[in-house]
C-alpha cells in the first residue's frame, strides 16, 4: 500500500489549513467574506509579502537575507530625508532605490566573492542599515509628501485594487517564469542543492549569488517606499521586526532552510495561509503580541514539519518493502 502522491505533498496540507482558517474566520465574523476586508486582508501585509516573494530565491539558493525589513526602513528614511533637503521627490524615490541595491550588493559581495556565512553578513546588515536609518530622521516622524506619492499606497489603481497589490501580482508571476521556467531559476536550485558541483560544473555561481541579493536589496527598497507611501509617513524604526513574518512565509511554504527545493504553489498557498491567519486573529481582537507569537510558533512549525513528515515517509516506505 503506499500514500497518495497528493497526500505527500506539503502544499496539500497548507490547502487544508487555509480552507479550516478560513471556514472559521467566515462563522466567527460577518465581515470577513466582503470585498472590503479582502482587499484589507492583503494590503495590509503587502509590502511583506512582495519582499517574500524574491527571499523564496534567496532561501532556495541556500542563502538567507536577514536585513530584507531594514533596507525596507532605510530606503523610507533615504526618500523622506532626501525630500525634506530639497531634492525633487521622484529624484528622492530613485536615490532610496538605489541605496537598496547597493546594500543588496553589499551583501552579496561579502557572501559570494569573500565567502561569508549570509546569516552573519545579512544579520550585521539588519543592524547597520537600521542604524544609517536612524541617523538619517533621528527620532522624528518625516510626513508631508506629495499627494501623488501618498496615493500610490493609499488609492485604488484599478478596481479595488491599490498599486501595491497590482506590483504583487505581476511580480509573483514574473518570479514564478524565473524560478520554474528559466535557466536562471534552474541555476538557482542546482547551487542550492550543490554549491561545489555547480562551481565545477562552470556555473558562475559568485555572479548568481550577486545578482540575488542585489535584487533582494532593490526589492526590498521598493517595498520600503510603499510602505512610506501607505501610511504618509515615515520613522526609523519603519518595518522593524518584518524579517519574521518574510522568513516565516518562505519556509512554511515547503522552501527548505538549507536549500535546493521548495516552489513557488507552496510559497502562494503560505502567504494566504499567514494572510488570513493575521486577518482573523485581528478581527477576533487578538493583541498584536499574540499574533506575534502565533507566527513565531509557526515559522517552528515551518522547519521542524517537513523534516518530521520525511521521517515518517522513510518509515512508511521501510514497512512496505
Given at each position: 500500500?503506499?500514500l497518495?502522491v497528493?497526500l ?8 487544508a489549513m487555509?480552507?479550516?482558517?478560513a ?7 460577518p465581515?470577513?467574506l466582503?470585498?472590503?476586508n479582502?482587499v484589507?486582508l492583503?494590503?495590509l ?11 523564496t ?16 526602513g532605510?530606503?523610507?528614511?533615504v526618500?523622506?530625508?532626501l525630500?525634506?533637503?530639497g531634492?525633487p521627490?521622484p529624484l528622492?524615490?530613485?536615490?532610496a532605490?538605489?541605496?537598496?541595491a547597493?546594500a543588496?550588493a553589499?551583501?552579496?559581495?561579502w557572501v559570494?566573492y ?5 546569516l552573519?553578513?545579512?544579520?550585521a546588515?539588519l ?5 544609517i536609518?536612524?541617523?538619517l ?15 500610490l499606497?493609499?488609492?485604488?489603481l484599478?478596481?479595488?485594487?491599490t498599486?501595491?497589490i497590482?506590483?504583487?501580482v ?11 521556467g ?13 554549491l ?10 559568485k555572479?548568481?549569488?550577486l545578482?540575488?541579493?542585489?535584487a ?6 521598493l ?8 501610511l504618509g ?5 519603519m518595518?522593524?521586526g518584518f524579517?519574521?513574518d518574510i522568513i ?18 507552496g ?9 488570513n ?5 485581528g478581527?477576533a481582537?487578538?493583541?498584536?503580541n499574540?499574533?506575534?507569537s502565533?507566527i513565531?510558533?509557526?515559522l517552528i512549525?515551518?522547519v ?12 512508511w516506505?521501510?514497512r512496505e518493502t
Amino acid at each position: 500500500m503506499t500514500l497518495p502522491v497528493g497526500l505527500r505533498r506539503w502544499e496539500t496540507l497548507l490547502l487544508a489549513m487555509l480552507a479550516v482558517i478560513a471556514c472559521l474566520n467566515a462563522a466567527d465574523s460577518p465581515f470577513y467574506l466582503g470585498v472590503g476586508n479582502i482587499v484589507n486582508l492583503f494590503q495590509l501585509e503587502i509590502e511583506k509579502i512582495i519582499v517574500a516573494l524574491i527571499m523564496t530565491l534567496i532561501i532556495i539558493n541556500g542563502e538567507i537575507d536577514l536585513s530584507v525589513a531594514s533596507i525596507m526602513g532605510l530606503a523610507s528614511c533615504v526618500a523622506a530625508y532626501l525630500f525634506h533637503v530639497g531634492w525633487p521627490m521622484p529624484l528622492a524615490l530613485l536615490a532610496a532605490l538605489a541605496s537598496g541595491a547597493l546594500a543588496g550588493a553589499f551583501n552579496g559581495f561579502w557572501v559570494a566573492y569573500v565567502g561569508l556565512p549570509s546569516l552573519a553578513v545579512t544579520l550585521a546588515g539588519l543592524i547597520g542599515y537600521r542604524g544609517i536609518a536612524r541617523i538619517l530622521v533621528e527620532d522624528r516622524a518625516y510626513g508631508g509628501f506629495p499627494d501623488w506619492f501618498n496615493a500610490l499606497g493609499q488609492q485604488p489603481l484599478i478596481g479595488p485594487l491599490t498599486l501595491s497589490i497590482v506590483i504583487f501580482v505581476v511580480m509573483f508571476a514574473a518570479m514564478a517564469v524565473i524560478l520554474h521556467g528559466s535557466a536562471l531559476g534552474r541555476l538557482v536550485y542546482v547551487m542550492g542543492n550543490n554549491l561545489a558541483a555547480a562551481r565545477y560544473s562552470g556555473v558562475r555561481v559568485k555572479r548568481v549569488k550577486l545578482l540575488l541579493f542585489v535584487a533582494s536589496g532593490t526589492i526590498s527598497a521598493l517595498a520600503g517606499l510603499l510602505y512610506a507611501a501607505r501610511l504618509g509617513s515615515v520613522r526609523g524604526d519603519m518595518a522593524m521586526g518584518f524579517e519574521l513574518d518574510i522568513i516565516t512565509i518562505v519556509l512554511l511554504g515547503g522552501v527548505s532552510i538549507f536549500g535546493g527545493s521548495g516552489n513557488l504553489v507552496g510559497v502562494g498557498l503560505s502567504i494566504l495561509v499567514i494572510l488570513n491567519l493575521r486577518n482573523g486573529m485581528g478581527l477576533a481582537d487578538i493583541t498584536g503580541n499574540t499574533q506575534t507569537s502565533v507566527i513565531g510558533a509557526l515559522l517552528i512549525l515551518s522547519v521542524l514539519a517537513p523534516n518530521v513528515a520525511q521521517m515518517l515517509h522513510t518509515k512508511w516506505k521501510g514497512r512496505e518493502t
